[in-house]
Nanobody, 127 residues
Framework: QVQLVESGGGSVQAGGSLRLSCAAS????????MGWFRQAPGQEREFVAG????????QYVDSVKGRFTISRDNAKNTVYLQMFNLKPEDTAVYYC????????????????????WGQGTQVTVSS
């Protein structure tokens, strides 16, 4: 059974930092592109950052560029999201996703192209 387990969420003040981790029980982790998404109350789940299978390509939503960094360690079956200079508008439940629909080494944005999801981790940023 595939499991994605996020950790590292919490409550911080504006300007603070958090590092999210997502451990995946995927037999061939390096065959999956990975992404971080977030969902605030009453809103749809949105793409935050994505990374290709090899880790050579990354992409971010404009609102987090320069503040968030996505990375992966294929030897540890783990993807990370380092978040700096957090803002109240970053408050949401953060989810990691894994997908294999595309075989190219690309970043994938649409949620419908992800096969597996974690349970989410809450990030709360106070002003």
């Amino acid at each position: 059974q595939v499991q994605l387990v996020e950790s590292g969420g919490g409550s911080v003040q504006a300007g603070g930092s958090l590092r999210l981790s997502c451990a995946a029980s995927l037999r061939t982790f390096s065959s999956y592109y990975m992404g971080w998404f977030r969902q605030a109350p009453g809103q749809e789940r949105e793409f935050v950052a994505g990374i290709s299978r090899s880790g050579g390509r990354t992409q971010y939503v404009d609102s987090v560029k320069g503040r968030f960094t996505i990375s992966r360690d294929n030897a540890k079956n783990t993807v990370y999201l380092q978040m700096f200079n957090l803002k109240p508008e970053d408050t949401a439940v953060y989810y990691c996703g894994a997908g294999s629909y595309y075989v190219e080494d690309i970043v994938v944005v649409p949620t419908r192209r992800y096969d597996y999801w974690g349970q989410g981790t809450q990030v709360t940023v106070s002003s």
